[in-house]
């Protein structure tokens, strides 16, 4: 006996208003959904499958618009035509038969207002429940979506929680009046990767006790696998490929399915480097793509001379809690951390958010002043500098910041931006040679010489990392550190973005101290690893022998917590689902 979908969508497309001219986002896409199936879709940043659940939603842009030959959608037995539905009466559905989780739920959540009020709020208006019973049934929900101490959570503003706290947040608003259908905008992107499996652990144990379909966005075929019955990939607002998690995954058919699921860094093969979404499109065999192939079979030569040793550092910020009697606590951000960075290497910095790793980077830098312990770059006391001193070094130091978008001076043109390090550390002579090098620096980085004159705004997240690393490079620094540099880039962005790094390493002589959550990526860029949680270190190892034989039990966590994106992966998911099915049955 066939079931029924729960939705299904014929020919979409969707448009957007344009000074030049409006842009088809959307090119006429169709799929079903049937009831308690979880479709995944996938694409890059632009591919479409975000802007297409919006229109569903009747959530578009003011300078937006969708047309379809027929969106149904059939939840408990009613029929609605979705495309010829009033924004009233849409607004009648949403939040109560469909729901959405959006990625950013910084964004999403009012800053102004409490968690607990913020979904009290909405269970008043689709339920019609009273104050209280709203407050009782939010706190239920909030136990639901597994949060601590939820009556403290309810009080609380979103700025006072942990990003997966205000996912979880997010998560209970969306459940919160039992939807047949719950769309999750990239939910996990912005999330260690512990924190990740816990987020789709929790939807998939959801979507069993309420029996919702779903429809879980990402760029990232590692975490779909972990969580979807069928795939839809995206490219360029179409439908590309579509069929079964496992047949997808087992042989994909089209070169950009291909590119997506290799050029993701594996935690089982260590590549010279990453293969890029071109290489797998264009079909074009180059000497890139002939060693993006090759296994790093190669030892290298471990470095010798120390470049920069970190003794003892500790960052403590001091906080206040409670009202009317603060009490003065000390954070002990990074607490007694020591290691050595050999010329020439990439180390490492791996933990998940709050552990302390980004404020060690800084501390390095002393754009942060540590409290305590000793910094020394080539046997030079970095705490012992003056002002003038520190500028002076930091022509050899530079960082690369996670956020492209407010690391760059949005009122300056890009060539502007990237010569003005030059500048204050009087490099070249004129600005006519400051133009030539920065001209030489965008054509390093991919960019063209016509980016010279345009703003932040003009370019893609990936086009912005680019730009950030060429204003590192200006100064010709020995050191650098990246700083969660390609967490917010799409995988297919990210590979080219890692693979320009290691080029420009090798080319440099550049030493890197690499900082992320996600262990996969560290692993491929790094020479050793180190391990940090709760502001101290945990290990530090060489990559490989970290990957094959981690020493502390915090490590294994972060290593099994990665997405696989295998067929024996897709199997286990398979079976947790199969089991949360039968326990909320």
């Known amino acids: 006996m066939s079931v029924s979908p729960l939705l299904s969508v014929k020919n979409l497309r969707t448009f957007f208003k344009t000074e030049s001219g409006e842009i088809e986002a959307v090119r006429g896409i169709s799929y079903e959904l049937s009831p308690g199936r979880t479709l995944g879709i996938v694409g890059e940043s632009g591919s479409g499958k975000s802007v297409s659940s919006l229109s569903i939603m009747g959530l578009m842009a003011a300078n937006g618009r969708f047309a379809a030959d027929e969106i149904r959608f059939n939840p408990q037995g009613q029929a609605y035509r979705l ?21 950013e739920p910084m964004s999403s959540l009012n800053p102004v207002l409490s968690c607990g009020f913020q979904v009290a709020e909405a269970l008043r208006l689709h339920k019609g429940l009273s104050k209280a019973e709203a407050r009782a049934e939010t706190l239920k929900l909030f136990e639901q979506v597994q949060l601590p101490r939820v009556k403290h959570i309810y009080e609380a503003y979103p700025h006072q929680i942990s990003g997966g706290q205000k996912q979880r947040v997010m998560i209970a608003m969306a459940i919160s009046c039992g939807p047949s259908l719950l769309i999750a905008d990239e939910p996990t992107t912005a999330l260690d990767v512990t924190v990740q499996g816990e987020i789709l652990e929790l939807l998939q144990r959801l979507q069993a006790h309420h029996g919702m379909a779903m429809i879980f966005i990402t760029h990232d075929l590692g975490v779909v696998a972990e969580i979807a019955d069928d795939l839809l990939v995206m490219y ?40 890029t979404i071109k290489d797998f499109i264009t079909g074009e065999e180059t000497d890139d793509t002939t060693k993006s192939k090759k296994l790093a079979e190669e030892t290298p030569e471990k470095p010798s001379s120390v470049l920069l040793k970190v003794e003892n550092i500790k960052t403590w910020f001091n906080t206040k809690k409670g009202f009317l009697r603060p009490k003065t606590e000390a954070v002990k951000a990074v607490d007694g951390v020591s290691f050595e960075v050999f010329r020439g290497e990439t180390l490492g910095l791996v933990g998940e958010s709050g552990c302390g790793k980004t404020t060690l980077g800084r501390s390095i830098l002393r754009l942060i002043e540590p409290i305590g312990g000793a910094i020394s770059y080539e046997g030079q006391d970095i705490r012992a500098l003056d002002r003038e001193a520190l500028r002076g070094m930091r022509k050899k130091m530079q960082i690369i910041f996670q956020d492209p978008y407010s690391s760059l001076n949005p009122r300056m043109m890009v060539g502007r931006v990237i010569q003005e390090p030059m500048q204050v550390h009087g490099i070249g002579s004129s600005v006519k040679e400051r133009k030539a090098r920065v001209l030489s620096l965008l054509e390093r980085v991919g960019l063209a010489e016509e980016h010279y004159e345009r703003f932040p705004h003009e370019f893609s997240g990936g086009q912005r990392q680019r730009i950030c690393i060429a204003r590192a490079l200006a100064v010709e620094p020995e050191f650098i550190i990246c700083d969660e540099s390609v967490s917010a880039l799409d995988v297919s962005i990210q590979a080219q973005v890692l693979n320009l790094l290691k080029d420009l390493q090798d080319e440099l002589d550049l030493t890197y101290i690499f900082i992320s959550h996600d262990l996969s990526v560290v692993k491929f860029m790094s020479d050793r690893i180190m391990v940090m949680r709760a502001g101290k270190m945990v290990e530090l190892q060489e990559a490989e022998t970290l990957y094959r034989s981690p020493q502390s039990d915090y490590t294994q966590k972060l290593i099994q917590a990665i997405p696989a994106g295998t067929l024996a992966s897709i199997e286990a998911a398979k079976e947790r689902r199969a089991n949360a099915q039968v326990k909320s049955e």
């Open 83 to 103: 495309d010829q539905m009033s924004e009233k009466e849409k607004r009648a559905l949403r939040g109560n038969e469909m729901s959405m989780i959006f990625q």
């Open 236 to 275: 360029k607002g179409e439908i590309v490929e579509r069929g079964s998690i496992e047949a997808i995954f087992r042989a994909p058919q089209h070169p950009y399915t291909q590119g997506l699921l290799a050029c993701r860094p594996k935690l089982t093969q260590k590549l010279y480097r990453l293969p």
